[in-house]
């Protein structure tokens, strides 16, 4: 399988391209920085240095060409203003899926997060605003991408991220409640979409005692 991962620096991102590698899989992680390249030529990943704020269409359709899915999980970070989560979270995301048309690849996994469908109606009471653009950022994300025929989406809302190690058991339904979940089970479940083959899914995802593998394959 070839997996084409934006963000592909990211913490979940690069649990992500160590399991797919590791098994024998090729990925390409498109990255903004070029000084990030070795490390994921540490972990078997190709890199591709593109900035996703400010590439064509046709540029990231020249890296997905041939993939087998794309995964999207770049984010502007925590520390950036609310431009950003804009031009990231939900400008890129659109980049991505308007790439992954072009070049023909359908499997399209989009992490999101728990709580966005509190920003449908604005700024929730006592939320910090920034925060409150990141999910506002993430929920348009969502909507522009789901509706699209030529693209089978799955979207993953994890809840609060930890380090702790990955139990291997999450809980991955429509409206849990908020909790948290290791990075490491955050990988393993995006993972184990890819196997699957799934399309059309929006779930949170947060720990929990089903096994990854027993929680993807009970979705309908």
Not at 77 to 100: F, I, M, N, Q, Y
Request: proline fraction near 5%.
């Amino acid at each position: 399988m070839r997996v084409v991962i934006a963000g592909a620096h990211g913490q979940i991102a690069r649990r992500l391209g160590r399991l797919l590698t590791g098994r024998g899989d090729t990925v390409v992680g498109i990255v903004r920085n070029r000084d990030h390249t070795a490390d994921l030529e540490a972990d078997g990943v190709t890199p591709a240095v593109l900035d996703l704020e400010s590439a064509s269409v046709d540029d990231v359709a020249e890296v997905v060409r041939g993939a087998d899915a794309v995964v999207f999980a770049a984010g502007a970070g925590p520390d950036s203003g609310e431009a950003r989560k804009h031009t990231v979270d939900h400008g890129a995301a659109v980049l991505l899926a308007d790439a992954a048309e072009r070049a023909g690849v359908r499997p399209y996994v989009l992490v999101s997060s728990m709580g966005v469908e509190q920003a449908r109606q604005g700024t929730p009471q006592g939320m910090d605003p920034v925060f409150a653009v990141y999910l506002q950022a993430k929920l348009r994300a969502e909507d522009a991408v789901l509706p699209r025929t030529a693209l089978d989406v799955v979207v993953v809302r994890p809840g609060r991220l930890t380090d702790d190690p990955g139990t291997g058991r999450v809980r991955l339904e429509h409206g849990v409640e908020y909790g948290e979940v290791p990075r490491d089970d955050v990988a393993a479940v995006l993972l184990a979409f890819l196997d699957a083959g799934t399309g059309d899914v929006v779930v949170e995802l947060v720990g929990g005692d089903t096994p990854v593998a027993d929680a993807v394959a009970a979705l309908p």
